[in-house]
């Protein structure tokens, strides 16, 4: 049986995409850049999920790539890369701007709440997800809440998660569940640490490393079956 079930935040509860969306063009507004389209907050996407890899592998620290990430994406764009630091200062209060719930999502954790030990595992910064929690309301229906940036190590790797074990008084790993639609991430780290994983993956995406996965799911309401409960 499912005891613990640990979420990831952004894309797995949260519409991300939707939110970093509108946060980079209401940034291209308040430093008078010119319109951001579509294409270029898709560019902007991509160039954002490359630079988060690099920190799970440890190729990059997190002070490397928060204004990393702009000072490319601005260069790519014909804008000045030296705005970066400010921009991304920007970007960030932006980010908690919009809070939208994928699917299922918030009825998904109500209903689970209380009949399992449910808690955040994010990497994302403390200063953007502690208002998002707040906002969406996920920091009072979760029990524990663990960023990466204040536990002093990211997913995948097994330091996070010996970390957050530490806090959950040691779980059997048999009953811990991580939900998550991150393959390098979420379910990473759910291999490196020993317990179940479920890919939150409503798009049908392949897995072409071929990353073991317990549960492959298209809706997160399925979670409620997965667990039991």
């Known amino acids: 049986m499912i005891r613990h079930v640990l979420w990831d935040l952004d894309g797995t509860l949260l519409d991300f995409l ?25 560019r902007y996407s991509a160039v954002n999920v490359r630079y988060w890899e690099k920190l799970e592998r440890g190729e990059m620290t997190r002070e490397e790539i928060l204004p990393g990430r702009f000072r490319e994406f601005l260069t790519s764009c014909g804008r000045d890369g030296g705005l970066a630091e400010r921009f991304n200062l920007e970007y960030e209060e932006r980010l908690t701007d919009t809070v939208i719930f994928l699917p299922g999502a918030r009825e998904t954790v109500e209903a689970l709440r209380g009949r399992v030990v449910q808690s955040i595992v994010t990497n994302g910064n403390k200063i953007v997800q502690i208002p998002k929690l707040r906002a969406s309301g ?11 940036e204040l536990m002093g ?10 970390a957050v074990f530490a806090e959950l008084g040691e779980p059997d790993p048999g009953e811990v569940l991580i ?4 393959l390098t991430s979420d379910m990473l780290g759910g291999v490196n640490a020993g317990i179940r994983t479920c890919w939150y993956n409503p ?5 072409p490393r071929n990353i073991p996965v317990d549960y492959e799911i298209r809706e997160i309401s399925r979670v409620t079956e997965i667990t039991g409960q």
């Not at 939900?179 to 991150?182: F, I, K, L, Y």
């Not at 798009?203 to 897995?207: E, I, L, R």
């Open 179 to 182: 939900v998550g639609d991150s």
């Open 203 to 207: 798009a049908g995406k392949p897995n």
């Open 18 to 42: 939707s939110a970093e969306r509108a946060a980079v063009k209401k940034c291209f507004a308040i430093f008078g850049l010119g319109e951001c389209t579509d294409e270029m907050a898709a």
């Open 138 to 148: 996920l920091g009072e229906i979760m029990d524990h809440v663990f960023i990466s």
């Open 153 to 162: 190590a990211e997913k995948p790797t097994r330091a996070f998660f010996d």
